[in-house]
């Protein structure tokens, strides 16, 4: 099986902007979570979604945003940009219980 | 207090030493543990996962992990320079698609 895969896989923007990371997950996996990656704070979890519905959401602004298409792909939404929103944006695939997987990540730099 | 601590390291080892990466946790209510291996510019990989206390052995590879003392453990025996990276310790079970993880230890295995 394909695994998972993340497009763009790297990003500049200005702040102020909002940006669009798509994630594919591995065929058959309904779950897909999203961490972001800093050197400062690690992986942190974002959100999860599963059969389109956010089942959980981790302790960011609203200016992170997502949703899960019928397709099991998923997309999440960063708004007004800022300096600290640079990272590895993460998604992981699972088939809803544990075990994830990881794409490649999307590099976001804003400047 | 982070719910995860993970020795940073960095850690620096010549080939075929005993590596041994450690994480201790303060939730009890985690269910399942998980280790990952990121190369640099990549998305983690998953290497072990286990739900109870134990050792599991995967090839070079053994996870323990002591819920009493709220303790894991990852050893690499026979270690070899491609198995240069960062570490991560995973922990799940508390809410859905959600792992919570350590902050990754960077290994150099070294000729």
């Known amino acids: 099986k394909a695994g998972v895969t993340q497009t763009p896989r790297y990003l500049i923007k200005t702040r102020g902007q909002q940006v669009t990371l798509s994630c594919s997950p591995i065929s058959g996996h309904r779950s897909v979570s999203w961490y972001q990656q800093t050197p400062g704070q690690g992986l942190q979890f974002l959100f999860e979604?599963?059969?389109?519905?956010?089942?959980n959401k981790g302790n960011f602004p609203g200016r992170f945003s997502g949703r899960q298409f019928s397709n099991s792909r998923s997309e999440m939404n960063v708004s007004t940009l800022e300096l600290g929103d640079s990272a590895l944006y993460l998604c992981?695939?699972?088939?809803?219980?544990?075990?994830?997987?990881f794409g490649p990540g999307t590099r976001l730099t804003v400047l | 207090q982070k719910e995860v601590e993970q020795d940073p390291g960095p850690l620096s080892v010549p080939e075929g030493a005993i590596v041994s990466l450690n994480c201790t946790y303060s939730?009890?209510?985690?269910?399942?543990f998980m280790w990952y291996r990121q190369y640099s510019r990549k998305g983690p990989e998953l290497l072990m996962y286990?739900?109870?206390?134990g050792n599991k052995e995967d090839g070079r590879f053994t996870a323990q992990v002591d819920k009493s003392s709220k303790y894991i453990s990852l050893f690499i025996r026979d270690s070899q320079p491609s198995d240069s990276a960062t570490y991560l310790c995973a922990m799940g079970g508390t809410s859905y698609g959600k792992l919570t993880f350590g902050q990754g230890t960077i290994l150099t295995v070294h000729p």
């Open positions: 992981a695939s699972s088939e809803g219980r544990d075990t994830q997987y």
């Open positions: 286990t739900y109870s206390s």
């Open positions: 939730n009890s209510a985690f269910q399942y």
């Open positions: 979604y599963f059969s389109e519905t956010q089942r």
